[in-house]
C-alpha cells in the first residue's frame, strides 16, 4: 500500500492539481490514468508476490456465513416513503409499456444476495466492506422503476436459461465493475472457474461448468483500435493514437463466439488522443495546440467509434443479441478526483435531484442518438441498457475513501506537517461501484433486457 499511497503522491505533483480545477476533460484523464496507475501498481503486487489476485476466504462452502459483514447490526432500513413491492412477482405485462430505466431506488430491507466474505470475486478497490466502509444504508435499497415492479434477479433461472451460451462484457473499468457484480449474485448459486487472464487481468474468461455457460470480459477501452504509451509506472507518455475507422480485434476477432453482447465506451474518450482516419492524422481531442492540429473534440471520436461498433454488431449475419451500455456518471462533489472532490452521501438522490455533469450529458446524447439510428436501420438484434439515470442517483454509492483498508490511518500526522496545504490526503473514487452496490440492479435490468427483450422491443 505504501507504494500505492507514494505513486499517487507523485502523481499529484507531476498532475499540478491546483493549476487546471476546471478543466474536467484533463482532469478525467488524469483520473483515469490515476486508476491505470492503481491498477498497474496492483499488477506489480500481485506479480511480485506470485500470489492469486483473489483474495484468499476462509469460508467453508456450503455453510452459509453469519453475516460477518456485521450487516445487520450496523445497518437500519431507511425511513420508506414507498413500501417495496412484490419483489418476486414480476408483472410482465404491465411491462410492456414500463419504461424500465426511469424511476426512483426505494428502501429494501433485505439488503443484498452476496457480501465480501460470501463472493470472493471482489476487487479490493471496490471492496467497501472489507475496506471497513462505516455506514452501510446505500446496501439497503432498490431500484423502482416508475411504472411497474422490476423483478429481482433469480440466479438459477439465469444460469438456466444461459446453458451452453457465452455471454461477453467489452469495454473498460466498469465492464469489469460489472461483471465482477454479476459473478458474484451468480457465485452464491454456482461457484465459477476461472479460464483465462491476460498479463495485466484485464481481460478474462470464466466458465460456471455445471451450466456450461461461459462468461467474459474483454478490456477495450476506446472499443477501436488504439494505441496507448505508458511507461512501466503505467505514465502515459506520448498521446494516444486512436484510428477511428478500425475496430478494436481484441474484441471483433472472438465476437462469432458470443451469443450476448454488453459493449459500453465511455471515460477514456475524454483523454488526450490523436485521430486517425483513412491513415491520415484528422484532427486529436484536447490537444492543447501542441500538435497544431485541429481540435475536433472527444464528442467527434466518440461518435465515431459508436457508429462503427453499432454498425458492426447490427450487421445481418451476426448472431449474438447485443446490449449497449449508457455512460456512468461519477459523483466528484466539492472538487475533482485529485482536488479534493469527495463522495460522501449516505442516501440516493431523489428523481429531482440528481444532476448530470455536461461531458456525461454530452456523451449520453451521442450514444441515444446512435443507438436510434441503428435502431431504425436495421432488422438487428441490439438493446439498449440505459443504466445512467439510475446511476446518477446514487452518489452514495462509490469507494470514496474505502479503495484499501485503513484509509486515514497516519492521516493525523500528516495533517499536523500540511496544515497550510489544502492538498487532498486520500484519494476519493466516486466513478466505480461498490460490490455490493447499485451497480447489482444493473444486472436486474440486464436480464430483463436480455431474456424477456420482445417485452420493451
Ligand atoms: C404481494 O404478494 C402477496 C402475496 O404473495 C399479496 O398478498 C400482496 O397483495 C402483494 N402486494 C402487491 C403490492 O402486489
Ligand atoms: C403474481 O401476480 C399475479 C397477477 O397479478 C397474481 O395472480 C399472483 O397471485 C401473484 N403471485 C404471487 C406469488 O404473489
Ligand atoms: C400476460 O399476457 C399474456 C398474453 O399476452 C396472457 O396470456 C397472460 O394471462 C397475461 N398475464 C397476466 C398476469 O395478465
Ligand atoms: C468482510 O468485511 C468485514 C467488515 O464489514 C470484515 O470484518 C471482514 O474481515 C471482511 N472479510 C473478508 C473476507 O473480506
Ligand atoms: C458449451 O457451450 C459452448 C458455447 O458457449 C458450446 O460451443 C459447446 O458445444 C457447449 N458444450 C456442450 C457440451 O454442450
Ligand atoms: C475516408 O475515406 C472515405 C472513403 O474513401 C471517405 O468517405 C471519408 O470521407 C474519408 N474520411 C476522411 C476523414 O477523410
Ligand atoms: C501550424 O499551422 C499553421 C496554420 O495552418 C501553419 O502556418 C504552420 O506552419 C503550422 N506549424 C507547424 C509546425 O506545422
Ligand atoms: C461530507 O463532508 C463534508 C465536508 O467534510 C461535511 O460537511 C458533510 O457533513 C459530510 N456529509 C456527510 C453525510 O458525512
Ligand atoms: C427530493 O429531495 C429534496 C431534498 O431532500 C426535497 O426538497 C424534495 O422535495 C424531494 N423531492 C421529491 C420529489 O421527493
Not at 500505492?4 to 478525467?28: T, V
Not at 451500455?325 to 472532490?341: C, I, K, Q, V, Y
Request: proline letters at 6%; aromatic letters at 10%; a negative charge.
Amino acid at each position: 500500500m505504501d507504494t500505492l499511497r507514494s505513486m499517487s503522491k507523485s502523481m499529484k505533483i507531476e498532475g499540478n492539481p491546483f493549476g487546471s480545477s476546471h478543466q474536467r476533460n484533463q482532469i478525467f484523464l488524469r483520473f483515469v490514468a490515476f486508476f491505470l496507475l492503481i491498477g498497474l501498481a496492483y499488477r506489480f503486487i500481485i506479480t511480485d508476490s506470485t500470489v492469486s489476485p483473489v483474495p484468499d476466504v476462509r469460508t467453508s462452502p456450503g455453510s452459509p456465513p453469519a453475516d460477518p459483514s456485521g450487516l445487520t447490526a450496523v445497518a437500519q432500513a431507511p425511513a420508506s416513503a414507498d413500501s417495496p413491492g412484490n419483489l418476486t412477482n414480476a408483472s410482465h405485462n404491465a411491462s410492456t409499456k414500463c419504461d424500465i430505466f426511469t424511476g426512483n431506488w426505494v428502501a429494501d430491507p433485505t439488503g443484498p444476495v452476496y457480501t465480501n466474505v460470501s463472493c470472493r470475486h471482489i476487487q479490493e478497490h471496490q471492496n467497501c466492506l472489507k475496506n471497513g466502509r462505516p455506514d452501510a444504508n446505500y446496501l439497503l435499497w432498490r431500484w423502482k422503476p416508475r411504472d411497474c415492479d422490476l423483478p429481482r434477479f433469480d440466479p438459477e433461472l439465469f444460469l438456466d436459461r444461459m446453458s451452453n451460451k457465452w455471454l461477453a462484457f467489452v469495454g473498460d473499468s466498469i465492464s469489469r465493475n460489472h461483471v465482477q457484480s454479476l459473478i458474484c449474485i451468480l457465485s452464491q448459486v454456482e461457484e465459477v472457474e476461472e479460464m483465462y487472464h491476460d498479463k495485466e487481468y484485464r481481460s478474462k474468461i470464466w466458465r460456471f461448468p455445471s451450466h456450461n455457460f461461459t462468461l467474459s470480459v474483454i478490456w477495450s477501452p476506446f472499443l477501436l483500435k488504439a494505441e496507448t504509451f505508458e511507461n512501466t509506472e503505467g505514465v502515459s507518455f506520448s498521446d494516444i493514437q486512436l484510428h477511428l475507422d478500425e475496430l478494436d480485434h481484441q474484441w471483433t476477432d472472438q465476437y462469432i463466439n458470443f451469443d450476448y453482447v454488453v459493449i459500453s465506451g465511455g471515460k477514456w474518450f475524454l483523454k488526450t488522443s490523436i485521430f486517425h482516419e483513412n491513415n491520415t492524422i484528422t484532427g486529436c481531442h484536447y490537444c492543447q495546440g501542441k500538435n497544431n492540429l485541429t481540435e475536433l473534440g472527444y464528442q467527434y471520436s466518440y461518435r465515431k467509434a459508436l457508429r462503427l461498433v453499432l454498425n458492426f454488431v447490427a450487421q445481418p449475419n451476426r448472431k449474438a443479441q447485443v446490449l449497449f451500455r449508457t455512460t456512468t456518471p461519477d459523483h466528484f462533489e466539492n472538487g475533482e478526483w485529485n482536488s479534493g472532490g469527495f463522495c460522501n452521501r449516505t442516501m440516493p438522490f431523489n428523481e429531482s435531484q440528481g444532476e448530470m455533469k455536461s461531458e456525461d450529458e454530452s456523451m449520453r446524447s451521442i450514444e441515444l442518438e446512435e443507438f436510434r439510428k441503428i435502431q431504425k436501420g436495421s432488422n438487428s438484434d441490439i438493446g439498449l441498457l440505459d443504466t445512467t439515470s439510475m446511476s446518477l442517483l446514487r452518489p452514495d454509492g462509490h469507494p470514496g475513501p474505502y479503495r484499501y483498508p485503513n484509509p486515514f490511518a497516519g492521516l493525523k500526522n500528516k495533517d499536523e506537517h500540511n496544515q497550510n496545504q489544502n492538498q487532498i490526503q486520500v484519494q476519493n473514487d466516486c466513478l466505480h461501484w461498490c460490490l455490493p452496490g447499485p451497480i447489482d440492479s444493473w444486472n436486474d435490468l440486464m436480464v430483463e433486457v436480455m431474456l424477456n427483450r420482445e417485452v420493451y422491443r
